[in-house]
């Protein structure tokens, strides 16, 4: 007991520090020359550079051109653009290429926020349908970044604990990098007090969130024209974007739950109650294209939220917990509906610290998985996964040993279509 609560307090300790974002490990579909999403990009910024949009709910000071986003929730949602700097120092795109294709040991760029420019505020619970002129020019200039990328979708990326504002912006950021700059992505900030000595100040403050959040994709749905709306909430990020799609999923007058266009929605290791996550997930189910939940039973940093928020957590269940209508409503969910629970297992997955809560940028194979779900909306199976079934009925998948060569027919079957697909093109542009 006193190795543990010594463990515990090195734990704390270092958690309170912020150390730099560095570029995650190239996802498997990058280290295949034949197959790389950077060469989908008609448009692809060859820079070292990089933007992603943003939204807070933080409480900001000092001057508006440049403000500071405090720890706190204010009244208001602010909106605007950040510029990152992958490596530093103006760096080649050639030398980015690199490290973005290649397997390496070397220690990996930072990325680095360059700035971070406001264009709008909206007052939190005021009118989705006029948010005011900047928030409408904001909306148009997603718009713009829209119809430049190949996919049409927007992707919200909902952080997690002991988190601050600029290692939540580089997150999104390398997840836009690694679609192959081909996806249009938002970073939700909510207030972290970016110290895990303070974890409690993060699990109220996630939850009070969830209004926030749901008013900012009304927003987006109402006034852009992205095709779906995804999101990809990791760790305790669950906590504010579960109650929030619940509240997205709750029909009320002169709002249809349907008009939000949700696409997929992505829980890697979710750090939010069991019992109330399949709760709120019977209450949006029906809305996204699809729900995911990735799970590492050994997960670490969740074992330790569960004795702390004493009980289980979505990325490491315990099925006991559940009461035997919603266990029997989670089996027939992974069976029929679009709810698909996955395993990542160090077992299954050559390399993975069998204790990891990041796996699922952290390990190739798991980044590869996210990628195929969120840019094309393949299903576990067509993504190259195997389907499991446990003793009661409950539906899961695995990666299985010969992953790398189901990967490898997956992204010839779109090469293949793709080229069908401009042959298609050519010929009915002659016509």
């Known amino acids: 007991m006193i190795r543990f609560a010594l463990c515990l307090a090195c734990l704390l300790l270092l958690s309170a520090c912020q150390p730099p974002v560095r570029l995650m490990p190239a996802p498997a579909i990058f280290l295949n020359g034949e197959h790389n999403l950077f060469a989908a990009n008609a448009h692809l910024d060859r820079s070292s550079q990089i933007e ?17 986003y405090t720890v706190f929730p204010g009244d208001e949602l602010r909106m605007g653009v950040a510029t990152l700097d992958i490596g530093g120092g103006g760096r080649s795109w050639d030398w980015l290429y690199e490290q973005s294709t290649q397997a390496s040991a070397e220690r990996r760029p930072q990325l680095l926020v ?27 200039r997603i718009d713009e970044a829209l119809a430049q ?13 002991n988190t601050s504002v ?48 749901a008013q900012l994709v009304r927003m987006l749905a109402r006034h852009t024209r992205a095709r779906h709306i995804n999101v990809i909430a990791y760790s305790s990020g669950a ?19 349907a008009s939000v266009r949700l696409g997929e929605v992505y829980f890697p290791a979710p750090d939010a109650d069991f019992r109330r996550f399949v709760g709120e997930l ?61 395993s990542a297992r160090a077992g299954d997955l050559p390399g993975m610290d069998r204790r990891s809560h990041v796996f699922w940028y952290d390990h190739p194979w798991v980044s590869s998985d996210v990628l ?7 299903e576990p199976g ?34 293949r279509t793709a080229a069908a697909q401009a042959q298609q093109d050519e010929k009915t542009s002659t016509q």
Not at 52 to 68: E, I, K
Not at 179 to 207: I, Q, Y
Not at 386 to 393: C, K, L, P, W
Request: charged letters at 20%; zero cysteines; aromatic letters at 10%.
């Open 372 to 378: 195929l779900k969120m840019l094309f909306h393949f």
């Open 166 to 213: 600029g290692r939540a912006t580089a997150q999104a950021a390398q997840y836009r990098h690694f679609t192959g700059r081909n996806s249009v992505v938002l970073s939700f900030l909510w207030p972290s007090a970016e110290n895990l000595m303070r974890f409690s100040h993060d699990v109220s403050k996630a939850g009070e969130t969830a209004p926030a959040f």
């Open 114 to 140: 360059n700035s971070m420019d406001p264009q709008a505020t909206v007052p939190l619970g005021g009118s989705v349908d006029a948010p005011g002129e900047a928030a409408l020019a904001y909306f148009r």
């Open 52 to 68: 992603v949009f943003y939204a807070t709910n933080r409480l900001a000071f000092g001057p508006s051109a440049a403000p500071a």
């Open 149 to 161: 990328a190949a996919d049409p979708d927007l992707t919200i990326y909902v952080h997690g604990a």
């Open 382 to 415: 067509q993504r190259g996964l195997q389907r499991n079934r446990s003793e009661a009925g409950l539906q899961y998948w695995t990666f299985p040993q010969d992953y790398e060569t189901r990967l490898d027919a997956v992204m010839d079957g779109l090469v």
């Open 282 to 342: 019977q209450a949006y189910h029906g809305y996204p294209r699809r729900v995911t939940v990735t799970v590492n039973m050994r997960d670490s940093v969740l074992v330790l939220s569960r004795l702390h928020q004493r009980g289980s957590r979505a990325g490491r269940p315990d099925p006991s917990e559940l009461g035997p209508e919603d266990a029997q409503w989670m089996v027939e969910a992974s069976q029929r509906l679009d709810f698909d629970l996955i």
């Open 239 to 257: 906590m504010v974007a579960s109650p929030g799609l619940a509240l997205l999923g709750t029909p009320a007058p002169g709002y249809d739950p």
